[in-house]
C-alpha cells in the first residue's frame, strides 16, 4: 500500500537533504514542468515584436516537455503510477523560480538571461546535491539530473545559434531598444526637461523678490510635485500605447512624472539651507547640471546632434532662468 512522509511537519517545509529518490524525482518532474510553463510564456511575450526569440523560447519549451516525459517513464519503471504532489515551493533549499506574471516587466535581454539563469540554476542545485549525497542511488540520479540541465543550457544556446542569426538578432536588438527609449527614455526625457525648466522662472523669481529660503522652498515644491503629477497623468491617459508602440501607459507615466518632479525638485532643495545666498548658488550648480545631464540624454538615445542639443537646452534654460532672476528682482 502507497504512503509517503507529509510534505510539512508543523507548517514548516522540508529539506531537499530529507526527500527520498522518490520525492526528488517527482520535484524533478513538477520543475521541469514549470520551466515548460515559464518558457512558453516567454515566448508569447516575445512573439509580437521579437519572433525569432519567440521561436527559441517555444523550442525550448518544447525540451523541457521532453525532458518531463523521459522523467515520468523513468518515474513510472521505478516507483509506479502515482506521482507525489510535490513542488519546489515545498521544499526550503530549493531553488526558486520568479511569478510569470512578472515577464511583464521584463524587457528581452532581461527574459534572455532570466532563461540562462533558470537553467545554470537547475544545473548547479543538482550537482551540489550530488556531491552531498551519501546514498549511491540517490548520488546518481542527481548526477544524472545535473547532467540533463547540463544539456538544456547547450540546448539552448544551439536553438539560439539555429533561430536567432546575426542579422535576426541585431534587429531584435534595435527593436528592443527603440522601445526602451518610447517607454522610459522619451517621456522621462520630456518630463526632466519640464521639470528642470519650466519651474525655473517661478523658483527663481520668489527668491529673489523675497529673498526668503522658506517662502522659495515652499514655491519650488509645490511647483515641482504639481508638475510631476499632471506630467505623470498626462503621459498615463492621452495615449494607451496600443497604436503607437510606445508601451504600457503606467510605465510612460511613472517615467514622465518622476522626472518631471525631479527635475524642479533639484533646484528647490537647496533653499533647505537658511542662508539665501548658499542656498541661491548651490540651486545655480544643481540647474547647470541638470540642463548638461537633459543635454548628455538627448545626444545619447534622442541622437540628437550635441551642438543643437546645447542650443536648445542650454540657451532655453539660461533664457528661462534669466527671466525669473529679472522678474523677481524687479
Given at each position: 500500500m502507497?504512503?509517503y512522509?507529509?510534505?510539512?511537519?508543523?507548517?514548516?517545509?522540508?529539506?531537499?537533504d530529507?526527500?527520498s529518490?522518490?520525492e526528488?524525482?517527482?520535484l524533478?518532474?513538477?520543475?521541469?514542468?514549470?520551466?515548460?510553463a515559464i518558457y512558453?510564456?516567454y515566448?508569447e511575450?516575445l512573439?509580437?515584436?521579437f519572433?525569432?526569440?519567440a521561436a527559441v523560447?517555444?523550442?525550448?519549451?518544447?525540451?523541457?516537455?521532453g525532458?518531463?516525459?523521459a522523467?515520468?517513464?523513468?518515474?513510472?519503471?521505478?516507483?509506479?503510477?502515482?506521482i507525489?504532489?510535490?513542488?519546489?515551493?515545498?521544499?526550503?533549499d530549493?531553488m526558486?523560480?520568479?511569478p510569470v506574471?512578472?515577464?511583464e516587466n521584463?524587457?528581452?535581454e532581461?527574459?534572455r538571461?532570466?532563461?540562462?539563469?533558470?537553467e545554470?540554476?537547475?544545473r548547479?542545485?543538482y550537482?551540489?546535491?550530488?556531491g552531498?549525497?551519501t546514498?549511491a542511488?540517490?548520488?546518481?540520479?542527481l548526477?544524472d539530473?545535473?547532467?540533463a540541465?547540463?544539456?538544456?543550457?547547450?540546448?539552448?544556446e544551439?536553438?539560439a545559434?539555429e533561430?536567432l542569426?546575426?542579422d535576426?538578432?541585431?534587429?531584435?536588438?534595435?527593436?528592443?531598444?527603440?522601445?526602451f527609449?518610447?517607454?522610459?527614455?522619451q517621456?522621462?526625457?520630456a518630463?526632466?526637461m519640464?521639470g528642470s525648466v519650466s519651474?525655473?522662472?517661478?523658483?527663481f523669481?520668489?527668491?529673489?523678490?523675497?529673498?526668503?529660503p522658506?517662502?522659495?522652498?515652499?514655491?519650488?515644491?509645490?511647483?515641482?510635485?504639481?508638475?510631476?503629477?499632471s506630467?505623470?497623468?498626462t503621459?498615463?491617459v492621452?495615449?494607451?500605447?496600443?497604436?503607437s508602440?510606445?508601451?504600457?501607459?503606467?510605465?510612460?507615466?511613472?517615467?514622465s512624472?518622476?522626472?518631471?518632479?525631479l527635475?524642479g525638485?533639484?533646484h528647490?532643495?537647496?533653499?533647505l539651507?537658511?542662508?539665501?545666498?548658499?542656498?541661491?548658488?548651490?540651486a545655480?550648480?544643481?540647474?547647470?547640471?541638470?540642463l548638461?545631464?537633459?543635454?548628455w540624454?538627448?545626444?545619447?538615445?534622442?541622437?540628437?546632434?550635441?551642438?543643437r542639443?546645447?542650443?536648445?537646452?542650454?540657451l532655453?534654460?539660461s533664457?528661462?532662468?534669466?527671466?525669473?532672476i529679472?522678474?523677481?528682482?524687479?
Amino acid at each position: 500500500m502507497f504512503s509517503y512522509r507529509p510534505l510539512f511537519h508543523f507548517g514548516r517545509r522540508r529539506r531537499f537533504d530529507e526527500l527520498s529518490e522518490r520525492e526528488v524525482l517527482a520535484l524533478a518532474i513538477s520543475s521541469e514542468e514549470e520551466d515548460g510553463a515559464i518558457y512558453a510564456a516567454y515566448a508569447e511575450k516575445l512573439r509580437p515584436h521579437f519572433a525569432a526569440s519567440a521561436a527559441v523560447f517555444e523550442a525550448m519549451a518544447a525540451e523541457e516537455d521532453g525532458h518531463r516525459k523521459a522523467l515520468i517513464d523513468l518515474y513510472r519503471r521505478r516507483f509506479g503510477d502515482f506521482i507525489v504532489p510535490i513542488r519546489r515551493e515545498h521544499v526550503a533549499d530549493f531553488m526558486s523560480r520568479s511569478p510569470v506574471w512578472l515577464i511583464e516587466n521584463l524587457g528581452l535581454e532581461r527574459i534572455r538571461q532570466e532563461a540562462a539563469d533558470m537553467e545554470r540554476e537547475a544545473r548547479d542545485f543538482y550537482l551540489r546535491a550530488a556531491g552531498r549525497a551519501t546514498d549511491a542511488a540517490t548520488r546518481k540520479l542527481l548526477g544524472d539530473l545535473a547532467a540533463a540541465e547540463s544539456g538544456h543550457e547547450h540546448k539552448a544556446e544551439h536553438l539560439a545559434d539555429e533561430y536567432l542569426g546575426t542579422d535576426a538578432r541585431e534587429e531584435e536588438n534595435r527593436t528592443a531598444r527603440r522601445q526602451f527609449i518610447l517607454t522610459w527614455v522619451q517621456p522621462g526625457l520630456a518630463g526632466l526637461m519640464d521639470g528642470s525648466v519650466s519651474t525655473l522662472a517661478p523658483i527663481f523669481a520668489t527668491a529673489f523678490a523675497t529673498h526668503d529660503p522658506r517662502t522659495t522652498l515652499l514655491v519650488g515644491l509645490s511647483a515641482s510635485i504639481g508638475a510631476g503629477i499632471s506630467m505623470g497623468f498626462t503621459e498615463a491617459v492621452h495615449d494607451d500605447g496600443k497604436l503607437s508602440g510606445r508601451g504600457s501607459p503606467i510605465k510612460r507615466g511613472l517615467a514622465s512624472g518622476v522626472m518631471t518632479a525631479l527635475g524642479g525638485l533639484g533646484h528647490a532643495l537647496p533653499y533647505l539651507i537658511p542662508s539665501f545666498w548658499t542656498a541661491t548658488t548651490i540651486a545655480l550648480v544643481v540647474v547647470f547640471l541638470e540642463l548638461w545631464a537633459i543635454v548628455w540624454v538627448q545626444n545619447r538615445y534622442m541622437e540628437t546632434p550635441f551642438l543643437r542639443a546645447t542650443l536648445q537646452i542650454v540657451l532655453g534654460g539660461s533664457l528661462v532662468l534669466a527671466a525669473g532672476i529679472l522678474i523677481g528682482g524687479a
